[in-house]
């Protein structure tokens, strides 16, 4: 079965799990629909940590990563459920297609972590609203853009 939707948490680094508050934890936002179902989500995916492949587009992409804190590179991707009355895009490929999403391109960043924060990718973006996607990553708690360059229509 095919699955284009998000697949929960992974672990960035190798070797045993560590406990959460030796890690920095980053976490894909969301916008849309209140689950993969609903014809408006839109979502991050990741896909490449440290130069790693995580996730693929038939067993799902984590929407969160765990990392040991110091120096990263992620790359993210943003998901998109086929907005209401739309039924294909063109350059969607046959197995996002029969899923009913759209797979943006990439953005990659290269951030410093510290550990028990929390991090989140934001974005916008939008087929329906033709707003082309751009992403960036905050500390959680301070809204301090740590990687990428927020727009002044981010949210």
Same mark, same amino acid.
């Given at each position: 079965?095919?699955? !284009?939707?998000?697949? %929960?948490? $992974?672990?960035?680094? *190798?070797?045993? #799990?560590?406990?959460?508050?030796? !890690?920095?934890?980053?976490?894909?936002?969301?916008?849309?629909?209140?689950? +993969?179902?609903?014809? *408006?989500?839109?979502?991050?995916?990741? $896909?490449?940590? *440290?130069?790693? $492949?995580?996730?693929?587009?038939? =067993?799902? +992409?984590?929407?969160?990563?765990? !990392?040991?804190?110091?120096?990263?590179?992620?790359?993210?991707? =943003? !998901?998109?459920? +086929?907005?209401? %009355?739309? $039924?294909?895009?063109?350059?969607?490929?046959?197995? =996002?297609? #029969?899923? %009913?999403?759209?797979? &943006?391109?990439?953005?990659?960043?290269?951030? *410093?972590?510290?550990?028990?924060?929390? +991090?989140?990718?934001?974005?916008?973006?939008?087929?329906?609203?033709?707003?082309?996607?751009?992403? &960036?990553?905050?500390?959680?708690?301070?809204?301090?853009?740590?990687?990428?360059?927020?727009?002044?229509?981010?949210?």
């Amino acid at each position: 079965m095919l699955s !284009l939707f998000g697949c %929960g948490t $992974t672990q960035g680094y *190798d070797g045993p #799990e560590k406990p959460l508050s030796e !890690l920095a934890i980053i976490v894909g936002a969301r916008h849309g629909g209140t689950n +993969y179902f609903s014809r *408006d989500a839109r979502w991050i995916a990741f $896909t490449q940590v *440290d130069e790693k $492949t995580v996730g693929n587009a038939f =067993m799902g +992409y984590p929407e969160n990563v765990n !990392l040991i804190p110091g120096k990263h590179t992620i790359k993210v991707i =943003m !998901l998109e459920k +086929y907005p209401a %009355g739309m $039924t294909s895009l063109p350059g969607t490929n046959s197995a =996002m297609a #029969e899923a %009913g999403a759209i797979r &943006w391109p990439s953005a990659s960043f290269v951030l *410093d972590t510290s550990p028990s924060k929390r +991090y989140v990718v934001k974005f916008i973006g939008s087929s329906a609203e033709k707003i082309p996607f751009i992403a &960036w990553i905050e500390d959680e708690n301070s809204g301090i853009v740590v990687a990428g360059s927020k727009p002044s229509n981010g949210s």
